[in-house]
Structures are given as C-alpha cells and as structure tokens.
DNA sequence: ACATTATATCGTAATATTACGATATAATTA
DNA sequence: TAATTATATCGTAATATTACGATATAATGT
C-alpha cells in the first residue's frame, strides 16, 4: 500500500517519527547544519551552499517548515530561515529522551 | 526522480540521516521503544504488541538492521532482538551534537 | 519423518519522496 | 512601468516506502 498507519500508533510516537523525518535526508542535515552554524536567521542563499536545484531545495524548505523545525519570514523579496525555537527544543528534549532511556542489557 | 543525489553530501550528513530513518516512521519508533523498555534482548513477539501484520514487522526490523541499530541473534526457531550498543551510542552522539549546536539566535 | 512455530522473503498495489526544469509570484530596483 | 531577484509552485519522471497476503525457510518438538 505505502500509507503509514498512524492512526494505529500514540501521538508522541507519531511527533516523534515527524521530527526525526527532518533529519532523515542529507540534504535537510544540510540545510539545518547551515541554520545552526549561522547562527542567525538567513536568507536563503542555501542555493549557492547545496549543488541541488533551488526548487529541490524550496521543496526540503517546504518540508522542514511542514514538519515546524524551521520558520521561514518574508523580508522584503527574500525569506529569513531560523530554527523553530521551540519546536527544536521539543525535538531534543523528545530524541534525548528516548536516546538517553536505553540502557546496555546484554 | 525519486533518488537520493548521496554522493554530493559528506559522510557524517548520510550517516545521520541513516540513523535518523531509523526513528522516522512510528511503527520503528514503537518498535525502538519496546527493544529499549524490554532491558533485554527479545524474542520477537512484537507481533503481538503493533497492530501491523507479521510480514510488515518483519520488514522494519530488516531496515533497523540495515540502519545497524539493531541487531538480530538467531536463538534456536527465534530471533533475539536487541539494540546496538555501539550504533545506539553512536547515533546518540551525532543527533546529540547536532541538537546542542543551536544557540538561540532571534 | 512430520507437524509446529517463528521469522523471512516474494509479489504486488498504493502511496510518498526526491529531483529537476519550467513557470508563477511577489517585492525591489531602475 | 519594466527589469531584476528571490522564492514557490506545477508538472512530471524515477525511485523508495509502506503494507499485506502468500509462501518459503529453518529450528524444535512429537
């Protein structure tokens, strides 16, 4: 079939699936390295950062901002890129937590 | 197109979003989640916990395992599940360290 | 040897993703 | 107003993913 049952899985399982998507391509561990590395919200030069086509690229952008890990805020002709505060923090505190539960068994 | 240009990305940026699939769809994080519940490497009776066919199982436990994030003892007619130590750590870390980058910006 | 049990694999259908070129949109600048 | 610039959207092709039933495989128990 290919349609994801969610409706079968809890919501912090489905949250958690979202926000790993966005780190489930190189191309968006890309663009969101450059966000962080940044530091700042950019305007979108990642067509000259990524040797993708820019509408592969506004398509990963799409997706992130679907996802909410990014924001993307009309300045002037251009868009500010940032990392979702909040949602990323959320995302951390999700994976961390997951990530940090497991312990050594066997 | 539908394939992913991997070549044009550095290694740590495929190995991350490797990792990352492998919490990307709920049915593996449910799956993850009870691995690490468990403390201990399980038979799969994971049938009886996702309400997802047997053979639909078994091909997320294939992908985990190509991921590396799991590993698979074969123990007389079962199958011993576990999560990979070191894979575990590994993707902890990477996921980790690119969570705690990000600096609030503005 | 034969039945049982646990798991994997095969075949297949539906849907999703990735990528690109072409085009549209929307703000700025000349 | 027209040209420019930045970005999004559309259309489309290739490939990947998700899911299931059916079947194969492989070890155990009778």
């Known amino acids: ?5 969610a409706e079968v899985f ?7 699936a979202r926000y790993a998507k966005a780190f489930a391509h190189p191309a968006r561990v890309a663009i ?3 966000l962080v ?4 919200c950019i305007c979108g030069d990642l067509v000259g950062e990524l040797p993708l086509a ?6 990963h952008l799409k997706e992130l901002k679907n ?3 990014i924001t993307g805020e009309i300045e002037g002709p251009r868009i500010n890129y940032c990392i979702n505060e909040k949602a990323w923090a959320e995302a951390r505190s999700m ?6 539960s497991y312990k050594k068994c066997c």
Chains 1, 2 share one sequence.
């Open 1 to 5: 079939m290919g349609i994801t049952k």
């Open 10 to 16: 809890n919501d912090q399982q489905n949250k958690m």
């Open 32 to 34: 969101i390295e450059y």
């Open 37 to 40: 590395k940044a530091e700042a």
């Open 54 to 59: 820019q509408s592969t690229i506004s398509q």
């Open 67 to 69: 996802i909410g890990i």
């Open 95 to 100: 994976l961390g937590k997951l990530m940090d």
